[in-house]
């Protein structure tokens, strides 16, 4: 079963602006991670926060986590037409195996 | 990170008949995984494909309607059996490459896009 759940499911907005993605969970966790999608193709993985951390960048990428509330956020700074995809929370619990949030739809206007 | 590729890319089949989607990976790796993902919605972990013994399949899916083999670490299919519309999906492998065994990170490939009419 899904345990995540994101908002929005859609998001639009136009280059330059910056996009917030939230993600909730229901279980103890030991990693979430965000994932995109393009167009109904694989995966890529974007960036890995672990449980005992609370905030991580990778270039544009801004990701908190915050585990009292079992949420976390996806920011998306300076955005570009070539961000539009489909964005993924998972969560990392025992083992290897990953639980898929909703999503949410990024649009990006030029 | 692993290269995965995936054949095919897509079809449209008939009611009834079965598809094999194979799953192959540059690389050995500790776990291979078959998605599903119907349309407009989230991934479905179907199973983790065991290299040299059954898979293990979540709740909801058996084995007589998707079997699966992995008679190596580089190799997998999943075939979709007696198909129906309803399983009309995006089916995807992932793995979880070897320097990372014991982790959740997981690389996709590219997917295969199935219609059933």
């Known amino acids: 079963s899904q345990q995540g759940e994101e908002d929005p499911q859609a998001l639009s907005i136009q280059e330059g602006e910056n996009a917030t993605m939230n993600c909730s969970y229901k279980t103890s966790i030991n990693n979430l991670q965000w994932y995109r999608q393009n167009s109904g193709r694989g995966l890529v993985h974007l960036i890995l926060?672990?449980?005992?951390?609370r905030e991580k960048h990778s270039g544009r990428l801004r990701v908190t986590l915050d585990t009292s509330k079992k949420s976390s956020s996806l920011l998306i700074t300076a955005s570009r037409a070539a961000d539009t995809a489909s964005y993924f929370c998972a969560t990392g619990t025992s083992g290897s195996r990953l639980t898929f949030g909703e999503g949410t739809q990024l649009t990006v206007n030029p | 990170s692993a290269v995965i590729s995936q054949k095919p890319s897509r079809d449209i089949c008939q009611r009834g008949t079965s598809l094999t989607i194979q799953c192959q990976v540059d690389s050995q790796v500790t776990m291979m995984f078959w998605y599903r993902q119907q349309p407009g919605q989230s991934l479905t972990l179907i199973a983790t494909?065991?290299?040299?013994?059954?898979?293990?399949?979540e709740s909801g899916f058996v084995i007589d309607k998707f079997p699966i083999s992995r008679p190596n670490l580089t190799f997998s299919t999943l075939t979709v059996s007696n198909m129906s519309p309803e399983d009309s999906s995006i089916y995807l492998c992932?793995?979880?490459?070897?320097?990372?065994?014991?982790?959740?990170?997981?690389?996709f490939g590219p997917g295969t896009r199935l219609t059933v009419l």
């Open positions: 992932s793995v979880v490459p070897s320097e990372l065994a014991g982790g959740n990170t997981q690389y």
């Open positions: 926060i672990r449980s005992n951390e």
């Open positions: 494909a065991n290299q040299g013994s059954e898979a293990t399949y």
